[in-house]
Structure formats: structure tokens, C-alpha cells
């Protein structure tokens, strides 16, 4: 056996529920190659002392807008909603990432080390999301994961706003699920259109949004549904359940109504953010414990901070008020590392220190569900690109 680097003596917390004293994590290649204790640590490797430290996954927050809501940049980096037609299905989020946004930064500080990056709310929708390294390249192309996760879409009072404002369609709950629809209806027929076209050699006009709206359809892409209020989440189910849609229910604040129902479905929920105020009338019930509710149900959660309505470094922070609020331990763990990645569609690359996947390992002076806990070490790919200044020990 061959190692790059052995990060050795601290807690292993793995994401998949294991947790052992005085383990070794070895990698190879930018990949975990081992992990246990009593690992022989192979000559040649560069071996980081984790005594008295936590090693864990990179935390994942599987739904921000980190790049494209720069900060402190105004109204020059506000990017993530083109909302100047009600359907930009075509759009991609990877085009307006600037990875020079200072919150890439902040997320280091606080252990995350991927992300996915969506479009916002403003539309119905809103278009394609990207899952990335928080560090490591020039370009945000040599941060993806996966370019092309889900689509984006939104129900409530996002859109109602942005277009009731101008008294256009979609003004109501009614015109944003007719909006959807009809985009839908609209997508399934261009497939068809198109499929005939090939299977004639026949000269056919790509649309891009429509053409993305087909992998929606056929699966490829996950249904990513921004949704509140219990009747929104009904809406979306209703939906889902008419266009064979893989729905991933976002935010999910009165999710726990229906929660028989979502883990039935096997719809899973990226809950949050719990640490913003109840900022508008669809919020009123926000509370964490409605995430201890889910998970109770059985239905797979994950949590987010919907950066930048939270700051992206305070994710783990928002995992000790969920359990506080009666998340059980292992689940908030989960819920930010292998949970989140699965849920995200990138669990063969991320989320877990298990054999094969990336070499995205943290070191944490304590247990990351301490409030007072730190990072001390950042990991991705194998490389060390964040160590903590010693006074921040």
C-alpha cells in the first residue's frame, strides 16, 4: 500500500455512521485509500499528527448560491435569477460562478468543501445547478464535480413577486403551476419532435432550455422544487407525480405536514436555512425541530444555508441547533457530509471518508457540533489548501 498523505491519531468520523478512536486516513492520488485503525503508515507519505483533532468528510451544503450572489459586490454580483422570462430553463449557474467570491473563503474556514450552486427563485424556472470544490482551481471548470445536477424551479412567493409586480404572468400560485406545466407539456412534445427529426435525418432547431427540460423528464436531472408552505409542497408532489419528475424538496419549512407522505415517496428534503428570521409570511412556521419531524418519518434530510441568506461557514453551526432542536446526532452529521451528498447526486465522489472517494478531509479541534470547535486543517483532492492561523487554535 502506497500514500500520498496518512492523517493519523485523531477521531475518524467517517459519515456512514462509524466513528473510531486513534484512526488513520490514507490517500492516494487525491483519494481516500484507507481507513481504520492500526493502518501501517507506508514510507515516503507526509503524515499530518491529528491527536486530539476530529477528522471528518468536507461538510456539503447541497443548495447556496455562493459565486453567483457574490459578496460584498452589490448589485454587480447578483446573478443567480435571470428573471427576465418566467422559463430559463436553459440557463446554468456554472456560467456566473466567480470563484473569487470571498465566501469561497468562508466556507474553507468552516470545513466545506463542496458545494451546489443554483439559480434562485425568482422564476418558476429557473434553471440548471452545478455541484464544486470550494477550492483548488483557476477556473470554477476545474472545480466540478458535476456540471449538470437538477433544475431549478420555484413555487410561492419568490416568483408571485418577481412577476405579479409587473402584472404578468405568473402573478399567483394558479399561473406559476400552469407555468411549469406548460413547460413541461411544451418539453415532452419537443423530445418527440426532436426524436423524429433523428430518426429521419432531418434538420432539427435545438432549443437549449426545452432540450434541458427533456433530461428533467427523462430523469437525468433532479427536480430541485423551492418550496415553503405545505401547499406548495403539495403542488410539487402533484406535480412531480404527473411529469415523472425525481423531486428534491428545497427548504421544506412546513415539509413535516406532509411527511408520511415525502418518505412514502421517497422524496428527500435539503431543509433550511434554520438560522435566518422568519422573513416573510410563507416562513411563519420555520422551526427546527420540524427537521427532527422529517427525519423521524423516515424521509432523507439534508441542511443548507442558502447562501447567502446564511453565511456559508456557519453550516456546521446550524447542524448543533438541529440537534439541540432534537436531530439526533449521527443524522446532523449525515445530514452535511454522505446524507447531503446522496441527495445532491455526487455521493460516488463526496460526503464520506470511504475507500475510492475524493481526499475531502477536514480536521476539527473538537466535535464540529460544538459550537466552540474549529477547523485547523482543510483537505480537497489530497491537497492542504486551508490551515488555520495558530491564534484561531
Not at 448543533?320 to 446524507?339: H, K, N, Q, Y
Request: with cysteine; aromatic share 2%.
Amino acid at each position: 500500500m502506497s500514500a500520498d498523505v496518512a492523517i493519523v491519531g485523531g477521531r475518524v468520523v467517517t459519515g456512514l455512521g462509524e466513528e473510531l478512536d486513534g484512526g488513520t486516513v490514507l490517500v492516494a492520488g487525491g483519494r481516500i485509500e484507507a481507513v481504520g485503525v492500526g493502518i501501517a503508515v507506508p514510507d515516503g507519505a507526509r503524515v499530518i499528527d491529528a491527536t486530539g483533532c476530529w477528522v471528518l468528510p468536507g461538510l456539503i451544503d447541497p443548495h447556496s448560491h455562493i459565486g453567483v450572489h457574490e459578496e460584498a459586490n452589490g448589485p454587480a454580483g447578483f446573478d443567480g435569477s435571470e428573471v427576465s422570462s418566467p422559463v430559463t430553463a436553459g440557463v446554468r449557474a456554472i456560467d456566473a460562478i466567480n470563484i473569487e467570491d470571498m465566501a469561497f473563503a468562508d466556507a474553507l474556514a468552516g470545513g466545506i468543501t463542496a458545494v451546489v450552486v443554483k439559480p434562485g427563485s425568482g422564476n418558476p424556472i429557473g434553471g440548471q445547478s452545478v455541484a464544486i470544490k470550494t477550492a483548488g482551481g483557476r477556473s470554477v471548470d476545474e472545480q466540478v464535480i458535476r456540471a449538470a445536477l437538477g433544475m431549478k424551479s420555484a413555487l410561492g412567493e419568490n416568483p408571485k413577486q418577481a412577476y405579479g409586480e409587473r402584472k404578468q404572468l405568473p402573478s399567483t400560485r394558479l399561473g406559476i403551476a400552469l407555468v411549469i406545466r406548460q413547460a413541461l407539456l411544451d418539453a415532452r412534445d419537443y423530445a418527440e419532435r426532436r426524436d423524429r427529426a433523428r430518426a429521419e435525418g432531418t434538420p432539427f432547431a435545438v432549443d437549449l432550455g426545452k432540450q434541458a427540460l427533456t433530461e428533467a423528464l427523462d430523469g437525468a436531472l433532479s427536480w430541485e422544487q423551492h418550496a415553503h408552505r405545505h401547499d406548495d409542497i403539495a403542488t410539487a408532489l402533484r406535480i412531480a407525480e404527473e411529469f415523472g419528475l425525481r423531486l428534491v424538496l428545497n427548504h421544506g419549512t412546513e415539509a413535516h405536514k406532509l411527511a408520511d407522505v415525502l418518505a412514502e415517496r421517497d422524496v428527500p428534503v435539503i431543509f433550511g436555512p434554520i438560522l435566518s428570521s422568519r422573513s416573510k409570511v410563507e416562513v411563519r412556521e420555520a422551526d427546527p425541530a420540524n427537521l427532527a419531524t422529517l427525519a423521524a418519518a423516515g424521509v432523507r434530510v439534508a441542511l443548507t444555508t442558502d447562501h447567502p441568506v446564511v453565511p456559508i461557514g456557519l453550516l456546521a453551526l446550524q447542524g448543533a441547533v438541529a440537534v439541540r432542536a432534537g436531530l439526533p446526532r449521527e443524522t446532523a452529521i449525515a445530514a452535511m457530509t454522505s446524507a447531503a451528498a446522496d441527495i445532491a447526486g455526487i455521493g460516488d465522489r463526496v460526503g464520506a471518508l470511504e475507500v475510492g472517494r475524493d481526499a475531502d478531509v477536514v480536521l476539527w479541534t473538537g466535535d464540529p457540533l460544538d459550537v466552540a470547535s474549529t477547523v485547523r486543517e482543510v483537505l480537497i483532492d489530497g491537497r492542504t489548501l486551508y490551515t488555520a492561523k495558530k491564534e484561531n487554535l
